[in-house]
Nanobody
Framework: EVLLQASGGGVVQPGGSLTLSCSASGFTFGNYGMNWVRQARGKRPEWVSVINREGTDALYADSLEGRFTISRDNAKNMVYLQMNSLNSEDAAMYFC?????????WGEGTQVTVSS
């Protein structure tokens, strides 16, 4: 069973930083790319970033303007999202996702709140 669990969310002040983590199990982690997706309340899910299976290449949503960095540790079956210069538009539930066997898996998300 593919399981994904995001963690590390919380309340952060505008301009602050936060690092999210996602643990993965139930599949050969190093064989699959990993995504971060976020969903603000009342809005559609927004793709944030993807990292390839080796961790050597990544893509980001244009709206992030270079503030986020995705990384992974295949030895630990973990993927991370370093978020800097957070603002109110970054407040959302963040999910790590992957596609295995043609099925799109989403884990439990972690909430990021940006508030002074």
């Amino acid at each position: 069973e593919v399981l994904l669990q995001a963690s590390g969310g919380g309340v952060v002040q505008p301009g602050g930083s936060l690092t999210l983590s996602c643990s993965a199990s139930g599949f050969t982690f190093g064989n699959y790319g990993m995504n971060w997706v976020r969903q603000a309340r009342g809005k559609r899910p927004e793709w944030v970033s993807v990292i390839n299976r080796e961790g050597t290449d990544a893509l980001y949503a244009d709206s992030l303007e270079g503030r986020f960095t995705i990384s992974r540790d295949n030895a630990k079956n973990m993927v991370y999202l370093q978020m800097n210069s957070l603002n109110s538009e970054d407040a959302a539930m963040y999910f790590c996702t992957t596609v295995v066997g043609g099925i799109d898996y989403w884990g439990e998300g972690t909430q990021v709140t940006v508030s002074s």
